[in-house]
């Protein structure tokens, strides 16, 4: 959530009540700074839904409880319900001017991330032909500090509670998966560095080939996120897992029972799967992007 924006709005609506509740302004309307602040900070944040519509209940909201402390409390009612009248339609005001455009706010942070992915998976194509495990360290390293910046890249806030419940399901349906292909990718990480022997030129080629079509597809969410567009390809993106699977059953022994007698077998095995697993999270997430922008 762009935290900067809420400020700026909490600082705009500060300014004007201490500017109704002093001075000129004053002398017409001896107003209580306490409500007329309480009322205008609780404006200034993001709504779930409608602007207009989620103050007007805040509004009911704050003046009932004026209400139930008028039993409380020996103070005037229609000071206080004017003091909430006024700090909600300044705070609503603020909201008005300088709106949060969530749809841009959240292609910013998946751009970023998008792009952090891409770059992982790059150095791990690069692993499976030159086996250079420093750079694959450096880009867990980026990843998981970009995991960690909370609000400042990773769009954490679509999980806070009272978030806009028209985009709700559409972000967190993006989020989950791109979590999950995330984690598959460490995984894949991990296994590709314990790898020994060797993994076999043909299945090498196979798998390189695959993780460049995963690749692509990082790239093709990239670019529709930057440019609200999603590019056209003629690439057959079942072709080469199929292909993949089929060298691997290859050279797998031919009596399955042995396979728990050999470790290197079983990773093989959970590497395709991984790189599968991530190709089906691609591709669900592409059919899920809008025809046009």
């Known amino acids: 959530m762009p935290?900067?924006?809420?400020?700026?709005?909490?600082?705009?609506?500060?300014?004007?009540?201490?500017?109704?509740?002093?001075?000129?302004?004053?002398?017409?309307?001896?107003?209580?700074?306490?409500?007329?602040?309480?009322?205008?900070?609780?404006?200034?944040?993001?709504?779930?839904?409608?602007?207009?519509?989620?103050?007007?209940f805040l509004l009911c909201i704050l003046l009932f409880s004026i209400l139930l402390l008028q039993f409380l409390f020996m103070q005037s009612l229609?000071?206080?319900?004017?003091?909430?009248?006024?700090?909600?339609?300044?705070?609503?005001?603020?909201?008005?001017?300088?709106?949060?455009?969530?749809?841009?706010?959240?292609?910013?942070?998946?751009?970023?991330?998008?792009?952090?992915?891409?770059?992982?998976?790059?150095?791990?194509?690069i692993f499976c032909t030159e086996n250079n495990a420093e750079h694959l360290l450096e880009k867990k390293i980026a990843l998981e500090k970009l995991l960690l910046?909370?609000?400042?890249?990773?769009?954490?806030?679509?999980?806070?509670?009272?978030?806009?419940?028209?985009?709700?399901?559409?972000?967190?349906?993006?989020?989950?998966?791109?979590d999950q292909i995330i984690e598959l990718l460490i995984v894949n990480d991990e296994q590709l560095r314990r790898e020994q022997p060797p993994i076999a030129k043909h299945l090498q080629a196979k798998m390189v080939q695959a993780m460049e079509g995963n690749h692509q597809l990082l790239m093709l969410l990239m670019n529709y996120f930057e440019h609200k567009k999603l590019s056209e390809t003629q690439t057959d993106f079942a072709e080469d897992i199929n292909n993949l699977e089929q060298e691997l059953w290859q050279i797998l022994p031919n009596n399955l029972e042995l396979?728990?007698?050999?470790?290197?077998?079983?990773?093989?095995?959970?590497?395709?799967?991984?790189?599968?697993?991530?190709?089906?999270?691609?591709?669900?997430?592409?059919?899920?992007?809008?025809?046009?922008?």
């Open 3 to 56: 935290v900067s924006i809420i400020f700026f709005r909490i600082l705009i609506a500060t300014f004007i009540i201490l500017l109704i509740n002093d001075g000129f302004f004053n002398a017409y309307y001896p107003g209580n700074l306490f409500y007329l602040l309480i009322a205008a900070y609780l404006t200034c944040w993001p709504t779930r839904g409608s602007v207009i519509r989620q103050n007007f």
């Open 78 to 125: 229609h000071d206080r319900a004017l003091d909430i009248v006024i700090g909600v339609f300044v705070g609503t005001m603020c909201q008005l001017l300088w709106p949060i455009n969530l749809a841009a706010e959240f292609s910013k942070s998946m751009r970023l991330v998008l792009q952090e992915l891409a770059e992982y998976l790059r150095v791990q194509i």
């Open 149 to 178: 910046s909370g609000w400042k890249i990773y769009p954490e806030w679509i999980y806070q509670r009272g978030f806009n419940p028209g985009l709700r399901a559409g972000f967190r349906f993006f989020l989950v998966h791109v």
């Open 259 to 293: 396979l728990d007698l050999s470790p290197h077998f079983l990773l093989l095995i959970a590497l395709v799967r991984n790189i599968k697993d991530i190709r089906n999270g691609l591709l669900k997430l592409i059919s899920a992007l809008p025809k046009s922008g």
